[in-house]
């Protein structure tokens, strides 16, 4: 399996790199690249996969809250770990997430995503 992701360069740059599955045969990073990916991306952004992303604009005029959006993204991708918990960072303006997955190999995964 496999999905691309950026990197920060020294240089100020960003690189697509791919994420693939590692030699022990686990996902797991391949799914939290493409988690990553999917809270930056805008609900219906995709042309594959329109179910997935946060809609920034519809919660403005909806009213609905973007947690909730990122309840569904954790309910999607909670099959893929052990564990996975994402939540928002208070008083962040744009919404800044905490993502805690456990890997089915026991590994312990800790990103914040600025969105």
């Avoid at 590692?22 to 988690?35: I, K, R, S, W």
């Avoid at 564990?83 to 990103?111: C, D, F, K, M, W």
């Amino acid at each position: 399996m496999r999905t691309w992701g950026r990197t920060y360069n020294e240089d100020g740059t960003y690189q697509w790199v791919p994420v693939t599955t590692d030699a022990n045969g686990f996902n797991d990073q391949v799914y939290l690249t493409t988690l990553v990916q999917v809270l930056k991306l805008n609900l219906n952004e995709s042309p594959f996969y329109g179910n997935y992303g946060i809609p920034q604009i519809q919660t403005v005029i909806t009213q609905v809250f973007p947690d909730y959006y990122a309840m569904v993204t954790q309910m999607q991708f909670a099959p893929f770990f052990a564990s996975l918990a994402i939540t928002r960072i208070p008083s962040s303006n744009p919404p800044v997430y905490n993502v805690n997955a456990i890997t089915h190999s026991g590994a312990i995964l800790q990103e914040t995503i600025a969105t």
